[in-house]
């Protein structure tokens, strides 16, 4: 079963195919996502957050949001903030991976994806420089 199929039951997000023209539009339900897991991430104090528009290059989401935490015990806790608002919303990821280790933290919401840090391993990764054709949109 592939994320797309799973059961509205396990509270993942639906992704609904978007009509053509319409993954420009502003408001699209990954967009809000993406927005308010940025003013999530930034409420915890997070640096350097931002969202990548991945509409135009890939199929298997629709945004990147990055943010980086000073340390593995402030990006655990912004990714935990992220989780537990969401969560209240009745929105849940479909995946976490790196909690333990807390350099790298990946929720997958299927239209939005976070991507929280710590500054070494975004230094390392360097994920925004690999998508640099998408658009990005900064968060202060």
């Not at 990954?30 to 290059?57: C, H, N, P, T």
């Not at 912004?78 to 537990?84: I, T």
Request: hydrophobic fraction near 45%; glycine fraction near 4%.
């Amino acid at each position: 079963m592939t994320p797309r199929e799973l059961p509205k039951a396990t509270g993942a997000p639906a992704r609904p195919e978007a009509p053509a023209g319409d993954a420009a539009s502003p408001t699209s339900r990954g967009e809000q996502l993406a927005e308010r897991i940025a003013r999530i991430a930034l409420e915890k104090k997070a640096e350097d957050v931002l969202i990548l528009d991945l509409r135009s290059l890939v199929g298997f989401t629709d945004f990147f949001v990055l943010a980086s935490g000073r340390s593995d015990r402030q990006a655990r806790a912004v990714a935990e903030a992220v989780r537990e608002q969401l969560k209240a919303a009745g929105v849940v990821p479909a995946r976490v991976e790196g909690e333990r280790d807390a350099r790298w933290i990946l929720l997958d919401y299927l239209d939005c994806v976070v991507h929280v840090f710590t500054p070494e391993a975004r230094e390392y990764y360097r994920l925004e420089h690999l998508w640099a054709e998408a658009p990005v949109r900064r968060f202060d």
